[in-house]
């Protein structure tokens, strides 16, 4: 089960400042026989959060260039929503959270984050 279309966050107010550390990992698709095959679907990295005081994880579509920038580089999300999987058990159900973005980008110095390359707004306006 998930949700529709994720929970929009507020950047500012859920993340603060974010500093990149480093690739986490990537998913790879499965063939129909269950291996798994060269086709990468999503790539995750692990960013500082100072408002969660923690390393946080976060994905990025695998068709987005991989991301090698310095190390405590401050860097901004565009468009990230926190989304869930659950799955069901025979004790109830266990919910995994996680966090989504179109793309991770690097922070100018001047408080404009670098170029979006025109990313639409996701989710739905506040009402």
């Known amino acids: 089960m998930r949700l529709a279309n994720g929970i929009v966050l507020d950047k500012e107010k859920t993340f603060g400042t974010l500093k990149f550390s480093a690739l986490r990992h990537e998913v790879r698709a499965e063939n129909d026989d269950g291996s798994t095959s060269d086709e990468i679907t999503r790539r995750t990295y692990d960013l500082k959060c100072s408002v969660q005081e923690r390393m946080i994880q976060v994905s990025i579509p695998a068709d987005i260039p991989v991301k090698d920038y310095p190390y405590n580089a401050e860097v901004e999300l565009v468009n990230p929503v926190a989304d869930t999987v659950a799955n069901a058990n025979y004790r ?20 404009q984050a670098g170029n979006p390359q025109n990313h639409a707004p996701q989710g739905q306006p506040k009402k």
């Open 92 to 111: 109830g159900v266990v919910v995994d959270w996680y966090i989504k973005a179109d793309d991770i980008i690097l922070k100018n110095k001047g408080g």
